[in-house]
């Protein structure tokens, strides 16, 4: 018997390229590939690309080279791009970049297996020609489920690929098939979970995800039959695809061009999803997609999000659901009650702002402004006074005044974040502010992008004082085999953006002495418990927290009052 083919898969950018991946990975796994963790053990690598700036295509640019280097070393023999950067630039890519053997775009996930077996053939897969995948469904959201599905007027099925929303599954036309959107699905915002089920009978939450010839550890993305998922960890958080898109037109932004239009995923795929991901053993799902307020807008209602958060939350083995990638401007008190008072949904808020000062906010086709902000988090911790809040910004965009950098300072100054992102503005090709006059030199911006920095990290270390004393409930996430650190996230972070708490065990002992306990035994609670701590010191966004001598064995810390929890 023939020895199964490698595949490594390296993955740059967002936690939905990580999903992206895990999704190609269970492709891969269920046509007999073998996945392995080093490029270097693997027949191809596979590196999911990122193309959202400069910078981070220059990581991919790199990682791809890497890659290539290692064809001269050992067992490597093809390096294949795929991702956001493979398909904004296709063949452009294929033919600047020749030491990969293959770029392949979205719509070649569903046969990445046959692509891959191409290319080490020795054949050629031609790169698809780029194009603004934004056109490629309808402009009303109401159309779009019936486009996809190929129920709607003029569509055909299967002709928009949407990675991590499970297409491809045999019989998933036939799930879908007649139940349309809005009042025609079968998707009622406020129906239960178990009329929901009933409406989409592949993620009947009383039938176990069983798939007898699947490998093991590979399950469903979306309903119980491929496309297939496999985790490429082990550890207790994972991120699950929402949406993909965005309708939104910001002027400095090239990512609807090329993920596409705005599009969800049905609740019940949602729903499945993370029951199979808790079997797995994960605590914590995050839900990403470019723009989780608008969830539901195209299955007949905007607030589809405020019924699924609950049903999430109340999913056997899940402790945490945590949201990314919300909009200001999209933001309602019925979504703020259900994130600030929905046990299990942490109170987090990653708000994309991007700047405060009205004239460069509407220069972006943005809206709002320093108090409309100011007016919102007030909102927010009015009912959940420990929320956890970050936010990018964009300093140096064509025609930024001094005036308005001043603005952005004083709303920075006065609205606490948690974890502050700057970035300089560039052109992004293909985008409306590449055009714009009254470009700023590029040493203006780099010496305004310092000055904001400084001010980020001033800021934020200020904000992580403040939580002095106040006791949080932290996944466990690491033990430093070497150090003795253990090492987690409170409510307020999500995972590797925000920072963690450095964690002390009963007694307080320094990190480094941290495996004893203050009984004298080993302490060494295992990644994906959770410990009741109280926060001692800081080091720049990080906390240091002293695990309560009374939980530091309790999973979950249950019947702990948790100051974050405040307003829970």
């Not at 007649?178 to 929901?196: E, H, I, K, L, W």
Request: charged residues 25%.
């Amino acid at each position: 018997m023939p020895e199964p083919r490698t595949v490594a898969l390296v993955t740059l950018g967002c936690a939905r390229n990580e999903v992206d991946s895990e999704e190609l990975a269970g492709r891969l796994a269920a046509d007999g590939w073998q996945l392995v963790e080093d490029a270097a053990d693997a027949d191809v690598a596979v590196v999911n690309t990122c193309g959202f700036v400069e910078a981070a295509k220059k990581d991919s640019v790199d990682a791809l080279l890497e890659a290539n280097d290692l064809k001269a070393q050992g067992r490597t023999q093809a390096v294949v791009a795929v991702g956001c950067m493979a398909e904004r630039y296709g063949k452009d890519l294929a033919e600047a970049l020749p030491e990969a053997d293959g770029v392949l775009g979205f719509d070649d996930y569903a046969d990445i297996s046959d692509r891959l077996r191409t290319i080490l053939g020795g054949g050629i897969h031609a790169s698809h020609t780029p194009r603004d995948r934004r056109k490629l469904l309808p402009v009303s959201p109401v159309e779009r489920q019936r486009a996809v599905s190929g129920t709607g007027t003029g569509a055909r099925s299967g002709a928009v690929a949407l990675p991590g929303h499970g297409q491809g599954a045999a019989g998933a036309g036939e799930a879908d098939e007649g139940r349309g959107t809005g009042s025609d699905s079968g998707v009622d915002g406020g129906a239960s979970g178990a009329a929901r089920a009933a409406a989409h009978p592949t993620a009947d939450p009383d039938v176990p995800w069983q798939v007898p010839d699947l490998p093991e550890g590979v399950a469903p993305a979306s309903g119980p039959r491929a496309p297939l998922r496999r985790r490429l960890d082990s550890g207790p958080v994972a991120s699950v695809k929402l949406a993909s898109g965005c309708d939104r037109r910001c002027t400095f932004c090239a990512i609807p061009s090329f993920r596409g239009s705005f599009i969800s995923r049905r609740p019940s795929d949602v729903l499945g999803e993370t029951r199979w991901l808790a079997g797995q053993g994960v605590k914590e799902v995050m839900l990403v997609s470019e723009n989780n307020t608008s969830y539901g807008k195209d299955l007949g209602d905007i607030r589809l999000l405020e019924t699924l958060l609950p049903e999430l939350a109340a999913v056997d083995g899940v402790e945490r659901v945590r949201i990314s990638y919300l909009q200001p401007a999209e933001m309602r008190p019925g979504l703020i009650d259900v994130m600030t008072g929905t046990p299990g949904v942490v109170p987090y808020f990653d708000l994309s702002f991007q700047h405060s000062a009205p004239g460069v906010l509407r220069a972006m086709r943005r809206f709002g402004d320093t108090e409309r902000f100011l007016e919102l988090l007030h909102t927010i911790r009015s009912k959940a006074p420990e929320a956890g809040v970050r936010s990018n910004f964009i300093v140096g965009f064509p025609g930024e005044s001094e005036e308005d950098l001043a603005e952005l300072e004083r709303f920075l100054s006065e609205a606490r974040l948690d974890v502050i992102g700057v970035f300089g503005y560039s052109d992004e090709e293909g985008t409306e502010a590449a055009s714009f006059e009254h470009k700023l030199d590029e040493d203006v911006v780099a010496a305004r992008l310092a000055r904001v920095s400084r001010l980020a990290e001033e800021l934020t270390a200020q904000r992580a004082e403040e939580r002095l004393g106040a006791t949080l409930r932290v996944l466990v996430e690491a033990f430093d085999e070497e150090t003795g650190e253990v090492t987690g996230r409170a409510d307020h972070q999500a995972p590797e953006t925000d920072g963690q708490v450095v964690l002390l065990p009963p007694g307080g002992n320094a990190a480094g002495a941290a495996a004893v306990g203050a009984s004298g035994g080993e302490w060494r609670p295992a990644p994906g418990t959770f410990v009741t701590a109280k926060v001692t010191g800081t080091e720049g966004v990080d906390l240091i927290a002293e695990v309560l001598p009374e939980l530091a064995g309790a999973a979950g810390g249950q019947g702990a009052e948790c100051s974050e929890g405040v307003g829970r």
